[in-house]
């Protein structure tokens, strides 16, 4: 059974059912299936997309967060189970997709579902933040139009199977393409909606979209664009370098002061997109394709995890600033815990998944010889402890404010433990991820 | 389950569950330890009983470009034994502290400490490489700290929690650039493979020694050997069931365990030497100094520390079969001694002064009958199973020509005062007149199922293994065991302890009052002194450290570190807070400004994309 008609077929079916707790149970029944279809090797199954074991490692962790992601959602996100099985089905169809048009068009797909997904509006500072990134949105599905019309009008072949090119014209055609889809990446200059898109919807959407959506486009555009990128000269590979450098910068700098702890979220989030381009401007190392995946694998669960913990101890205890965070280890210890884990490894410490993911990143950057680079990506962690670390502070060594106690649902809790165990997991077990590839 | 999966997984899973379930219910964490316990010691004995050839599982824990760092299993003989110890022992020593730690309230603190540093001993013993092997040493250091600071809230406890992570990890930073220069000069961690090419000779030699003696530095830090033996006495400052686990019968012998698991490899180099003469000298300083001090724990430690140096003695004068062997008696025996020392504590309310009892003989007189067999198991009299292994490690020492001398006369000397010290304190607990007489009638007989019964056992273990001492040695070493022997040396023994029995008898039991008399003369009061601070070893490291570490290097580190690091860090928030006001303009909230942005961003990276590609 192809794994896109299921998790498709999973989806147009899953309006039907009313009830929620059927509702969880059907989703965690079709990512069950498609777990199992993937483990007989079964992919999309279409023309123009292919499964490779890289990919199908991938592929198996967006199971497992989507499964995470439902056990954790709550009866009035009835609509959400909906479109994270379309998300998912697309998802599994980006990764796969081998030539620029299946590409393009999956990478549509997940962008309409998105919108799709934000457009549940609750309140006015959900609506603003939706409006921001339709526009941010629409603008950039211009872009890429635009750069497929040049890419076109230039005489190539969308079907191409390997994207290689050796005119100026389709070179500057795909980098326009490339920087529209930096857009959903949040890589300067496309990033400025995700600061207030992120902090602004639900936290619940915030992690479907910073985590999922960002890394699969993440990994999806490197195998595409891999060729290409190996194509491009010394300048333009520093000029990707910068991109580089200023995303994660500027993302770690305003994270630094914020008040608001989905702001700070949000800005590492995008200090982490930074990271991500690591890979892509070190793409002539042979290490920078697992540098990616360890990244995307590793930050798929700390950042889902980390925004669905804010969601808990929103909903539960108003808890919106760092002010109200004050001295939650005392009253609700298990909970602290999760989302201190989860910070450190975003932090990067050792024995936890962001750390290895760093580490790996940072050896391709260092392998293909862009030393000033890591030198700065280095320093940037080490700017980012700050942030994450007064988090911390904040949760364990201030005065308690009088606050009550999580009572938290047990299937919240379990989808909590799930991603705690992805971090661990691949923050200890190296061999799964580094074996990929050979 | 493979008892491989159970004895690497379950103390882990346990100390998480004794934790959790403790917190819900105070005994259900003793429960859940104790359950843990049984299923640990069995999946040693399956391995034991199914024992035919070595076990090696290879891993890898990821291989990165080149560097490869293995994470392997390998049991052999050497292994199953230091696990029957680390879970035998383990098991009697949870269920010793039902009863001994019944009435504390942080019970799931406890016996997760206790099942995480089970978990370390084990995987310190069935490590194939010294990544694993480093990973289980470094989680008993920390478990010992924890354990010995378990009551953490009083001073004395935790400084000295303090002062064992602090020496230990001396002897750690060793090990550590051991694994260095293991990496870097010989290309393997594997320690089957180090003991291999060590014996066809492919280690450069000075290499060798120098990573010999590394790893031996360690050992003197875990075992407690001259001159990092302090921190022994001062953990005695945690529960009783602690320093009889740890500080007595498991993680002290690790240091041993590392050098008789390399032992081709020492054996190729000068180390062994070097391992014989620091034991021998510590065996003497355990061995007088345990003989004036006036808490029971003390005494033992002492002990502890001087027949732990028997055990490295046989190790250093080439006789791995003595050394282990005696390691294995000593671990059952001592922890007979400890716990005994616990339930005597225990009924007494935790007064630990030997010289406020006297007389307990008549109220606990199964325990003074316990604690008797493992003094004389202690003191080497046959035929307890002390007396074979101490016999084998004396008289290896003395057939080996380059230890004839010092070596085996220190080691003789600190073999024959065990008795002394150990009668002493046992003459004082049990006999005589009762010094002080509330104590004496506050006293009541404990529990048999939890206090007394693994103390039985414990002797019942310590006067069967007597009879097994040649298949022990041939199981652990593989090879035929021949009992080295020297003509006159077991009718000198015999002579040398029962003057010392003799003399000892007459100043506990006859002549307490002159006892007195002798130990109040100025002269000897300086003796007794040196003797009771353990030669001042303590205070010479403690100076050392104050007045050279501290005062010089520490202050220039300090100076380094308040004015360059330190002002680079915190000009740095001068800078971020500059860029951070600058940055945040361009984040207006307005979503013309955001299109804008990306407009005029991707405008301006096309051309210079254009400019790039132009050139």
Do not use: C
Request: charged share 10%; aromatic share 12%.
């Amino acid at each position: 059974m192809s794994l896109f008609a299921l998790l498709f077929g999973g989806a147009l079916v899953s309006p039907l059912i009313k009830n929620m707790a059927l509702l969880k149970l059907f989703a965690l029944l079709i990512l069950l299936w498609s777990g199992y279809a993937l483990s007989q090797g079964a992919g999309v199954g279409l023309v123009f997309f292919e499964q490779s074991s890289y990919v199908r490692l991938f592929e198996a962790v967006v199971l497992i967060v989507s499964a995470a992601l439902i056990l954790h959602l709550d009866k009035e996100d009835h609509g959400t189970i909906t479109q994270l099985l379309f998300i998912a089905a697309a998802s599994m169809a980006l990764l796969e997709s081998t030539t620029l048009l299946s590409f393009v068009i999956t990478f549509e797909a997940v962008s309409i579902i998105s919108f799709v997904l934000v457009s549940n509006i609750k309140d006015a500072t959900q609506a603003e933040g939706a409006i921001k990134m339709f526009f941010a949105g629409a603008l950039a599905s211009g872009i890429i139009l635009f750069g497929l019309g040049l890419f076109a009008v230039s005489g190539h072949d969308f079907n191409a199977s390997a994207l290689s090119v050796d005119d100026t014209f389709g070179m500057i055609a795909l980098f326009i393409i490339l920087i529209g889809i930096f857009y959903k990446l949040t890589i300067f200059p496309m990033h400025t909606w995700a600061a207030d898109t992120y902090a602004q919807v639900s936290h619940t959407n915030a992690a479907i979209l910073s985590a999922i959506v960002k890394t699969v486009v993440a990994l999806a555009t490197f195998k595409i664009f891999m060729p290409f990128l190996a194509q491009l000269g010394e300048m333009p590979i520093y000029l990707l370098a910068a991109l580089a450098v200023i995303t994660m910068t500027l993302g770690n700098i305003l994270a630094l002061y914020q008040k608001s702890i989905a702001r700070i979220l949000a800005y590492s989030s995008i200090a982490h997109a930074g990271y991500m381009l690591i890979p892509f401007a070190a793409v002539a190392s042979t290490y920078a394709p697992t540098g990616l995946l360890y990244i995307a694998v590793a930050y798929i669960f700390m950042q889902s995890a980390v925004f669905l913990v804010l969601e808990i101890l929103r909903k539960e205890l108003e808890i919106k600033t760092l002010d109200d965070l004050k001295g939650l280890g005392q009253k609700n210890p298990l909970y602290a815990l999760l989302f201190t884990v989860q910070l450190f490894s975003l932090a990067g410490i050792p024995l936890l998944a962001g750390f290895i993911a760093k580490a790996v990143a940072f050896y391709a950057g260092v392998d293909a010889g862009l030393w000033p680079l890591i030198m700065i990506a280095l320093l940037n962690s080490a700017l980012s402890v700050g942030y994450y670390a007064w988090i911390v502070k904040h949760i364990y060594f201030d005065e308690a404010q009088t606050k009550g106690v999580i009572t938290g649902r047990f299937t919240a809790l379990l989808g909590q433990l799930i991603l705690l165990g992805g971090t661990i997991y691949f923050g200890v077990i190296a061999a799964d991820i580094f074996g990929v590839l050979s | 389950m493979s008892s491989v999966t159970i004895l690497l997984f379950w103390p882990f899973i346990g100390a998480v569950a004794a934790f959790i379930l403790g917190k819900a219910n105070k005994k259900m964490a003793f429960w859940a330890a104790e359950i843990v316990g049984i299923a640990l010691f069995a999946a040693s004995l399956m391995l034991w009983i199914n024992y035919t050839v070595p076990i090696s599982i290879d891993y890898t824990w990821f291989t990165f470009g080149e560097t490869a760092l293995p994470f392997g299993i390998y049991i052999d003989g050497l292994s199953i034994v230091m696990l029957l110890i680390a879970t035998g022992l383990g098991l009697l020593d949870i269920h010793f502290a039902h009863d001994y730690m019944g009435e504390d309230n942080d019970q799931a603190r406890y016996y997760a400490k206790v099942l995480f540093f089970i978990g370390g001993m084990i995987l310190l013993v069935i490590a194939k490489d010294m990544i694993g092997m480093f990973v289980g040493w470094e989680f008993m250091g920390l478990a010992s700290y924890l354990l010995i600071s378990f009551w953490h809230t009083k001073s004395a406890p935790a400084n000295a929690g303090m002062q064992a992570f602090l020496y230990t990890r001396f002897g750690d930073v060793f090990i550590f650039a051991a694994i260095g220069l293991l990496l870097y000069f010989v290309g393997t961690l594997d320690l089957v493979e180090i003991n291999t090419m060590a014996k066809e000779g492919s280690i450069d030699h000075s290499v060798a020694l120098v990573i010999a003696l590394f790893i031996f530095v360690g050992a003197i830090g875990k075992s407690g050997q001259f001159p990092l033996y302090p921190w022994l006495m001062n953990a005695m400052e945690g529960p009783t069931t602690v320093s009889a686990l740890i500080h007595g019968a498991t993680m002290v012998n690790s240091g041993i365990y590392i050098v008789a698991r390399l032992f081709d490899f020492y054996a190729s180099t000068e180390a062994l030497l070097v391992v014989a003469n620091v034991a021998a000298l510590s065996a003497f300083i355990g061995a007088t100094s345990a003989l004036v001090q006036r808490e029971i724990k003390k005494v033992l430690a002492y002990s502890t520390m001087s027949h732990l140096s028997l055990a490295f003695v046989g190790l250093g004068v080439g006789s791995l079969a003595a050394g282990m062997t005696h390691l294995m008696n000593h671990a059952v025996f001592k922890a007979l001694l400890f716990l005994a020392a616990g339930a005597v504590i225990f009924a007494a309310h935790h007064t630990k002064d030997l010289w406020r009892f006297g007389g307990l003989g008549k109220k606990l007189t199964l325990i003074a009958a316990v604690m008797a067999i493992g003094g004389l198991s202690l003191s080497g009299i046959p035929p307890f199973s002390g007396f074979f292994s101490k016999d084998a490690v004396l008289a290896s020492a003395m057939v080996n020509p380059d230890t004839q001398g010092l070596v085996s006369v220190l080691a003789t000397i600190a073999g024959l005062l065990s008795i002394a010290y150990i009668g002493r304190v046992w003459l004082l607990l049990f006999t005589g007149k009762p010094r002080d007489e509330a104590l004496y009638e506050s006293v009541k007989k404990p529990s048999f199922l939890w206090i007394t019964l693994p103390l039985v056992i414990m002797a019942l273990i310590t006067l069967g293994l007597g009879l097994y001492q040649s298949e022990a040695a041939e199981f652990i070493t593989g090879e035929p065991y021949v009992q080295p022997h020297v003509d006159g040396l077991l009718i000198g023994l015999f002579i040398g302890l029962g003057l010392l029995a003799l003399i000892v008898f007459g100043l506990y039991y006859k002549g307490l009052k002159l006892t007195e008399k002798i130990s109040n003369h100025p002269f000897l009061k300086i003796f007794h002194q040196l003797l009771f601070n353990g030669y001042y070893v303590e205070y010479m490291i403690t100076w050392f450290s104050k007045n050279i570490i501290v005062a010089s290097v520490a202050k220039a580190a300090t100076w380094i570190d308040l004015h360059i690091i330190d002002a680079i860090v915190n000009g740095s928030v001068g800078l971020t807070q500059a860029l951070f006001k600058r940055l945040k303009v361009t984040q207006t909230g307005l979503i013309g400004d955001y299109a804008g942005m990306m407009v005029a961003g991707l405008a301006a990276l096309t051309i210079l994309m254009i400019l790039m590609e132009g050139a």
